[in-house]
């Protein structure tokens, strides 16, 4: 008696079960300089150190001197301006307090931001394939392929985030597809190549509710739709041509890595509102590399420098290449506004060259007058 497997038909010899999605061991070509890559559709490439003349040398001793810089002020009248456009996006807040408050002092703050922008560049590759449709094959009959690091690609504007992939030179080669094993088709998985299925509606047995199944007509049995009854689907790795071509990808990453530090200073406004507002660049220096802060007035400025700098050289240079640095010195306009009103005293803060406010006691918060 045959299995029931077998009621559902003959499986094709011919027809291969579809294989793994990545090639099997020491299927891929060694190419020089590029030996233990990960395979295809795995999950990370493999990173590529620069070379030792690729990474600069910091020289010792050297430093980076500031000029002295004037901080800005704001009048009463830039100080009401402020404040009633920022009232004016408050729809629980009225607008007479702004308009007759009576200042009583306007106290400015020196508040520093420091920046240091280190921009790398790293490099990593990995296999990939493609199908082979007869297209041109740069393999290593035309030459060795270059290093890494040796691939010549044109990158951005400075200090620019970007990804490029390109192939590495005389890297490719063709193989029979290792999903189908050079047949240009696989299996169907859903009916094992037998070109039917149970039917799902009566479970093979013919009938649902003591009646004739009207889904499978009585045979316990339907055509697979997967595969439309064919017992086999086109290999969605070689897309039916049999042959893959197999290259290498080089992915280059271009990379800003921003540091902003600011000294906490007023510990009634919050710090992190400056991160929505604009300074004063009046001192910037850049080179591949730049040095500690040396002489300025905050110490803790000069601190950070070092330490930041410092930091980024040993976390950056080991696994990408530093390609320019530069760090700067804003000044951020910060004024806390004293006034009166209604015979009470209040406060706000004016701060960045946008003239925010950041008013949390501000009087009358529920009616719009």
Avoid at 197 to 207: A, L
């Amino acid at each position: 008696m045959d299995s029931p497997e077998e009621e559902l038909g003959d499986i094709d010899p011919d027809i291969p079960e579809e294989g793994p999605l990545a090639p099997p061991p020491g299927w891929l070509d060694s190419v020089t300089g590029y030996e233990e890559l990960p395979g295809e559709k795995d999950c990370a490439d493999k990173v590529f150190p620069p070379p030792p003349d690729y990474i600069p040398k910091p020289e010792n001793d050297k430093k980076s001197a500031v000029p002295d810089v004037r901080v800005p002020s704001v009048s009463e009248d830039m100080a009401r301006e402020a404040l009633l456009k920022f009232v004016g996006k408050k729809w629980t807040y009225s607008s007479k307090p702004a308009r007759n408050l009576v200042f009583k002092d306007l106290k400015p703050y020196t508040v520093y931001r420091y920046r240091l922008e280190t921009y790398t560049e790293s490099r990593s590759s990995a296999w990939d394939c493609e199908p082979h449709t007869d297209q041109f094959v740069d393999g290593p009959q035309y030459g060795q392929s270059p290093p890494p690091w040796a691939v010549a690609v044109e990158g951005p504007p400075m200090y620019t985030d970007l990804t490029q992939k390109v192939r590495v030179p005389h890297s490719s080669f063709v193989k029979a597809c290792h999903r189908c094993h050079g047949r240009g088709r696989v299996r169907c998985n859903h009916c094992h190549g037998r070109k039917r299925t149970w039917c799902g509606f009566c479970h093979g047995s013919g009938r649902t509710r003591n009646k004739r199944c009207t889904h499978c007509h009585g045979s316990g049995r339907k055509r697979c739709n997967h595969c439309h009854a064919k017992g086999h689907r086109c290999c969605t790795s070689c897309s039916g041509h049999r042959n893959l071509m197999h290259y290498i990808v080089l992915t280059i990453t271009w990379k800003n890595h921003v540091f902003e530090f600011i000294p906490d200073r007023v510990p009634d406004f919050p710090v992190k509102k400056f991160e929505k507002v604009s300074g004063d660049p009046f001192f910037i220096d850049e080179s591949i590399l730049v040095y500690p802060i040396v002489g300025f007035p905050d110490q803790d400025i000069c601190s950070e420098s070092r330490r930041i700098i410092e930091e980024h050289l040993n976390k950056f240079s080991s696994m990408s290449r530093i390609l320019q640095q530069r760090q700067t010195i804003e000044v951020v306009p910060l004024t806390q506004a004293f006034y009166s009103y209604n015979g009470k005293n209040y406060d706000y803060f004016v701060f960045g060259f946008e003239n925010k406010v950041h008013a949390p006691k501000y009087p009358s918060s529920c009616s719009i007058l």
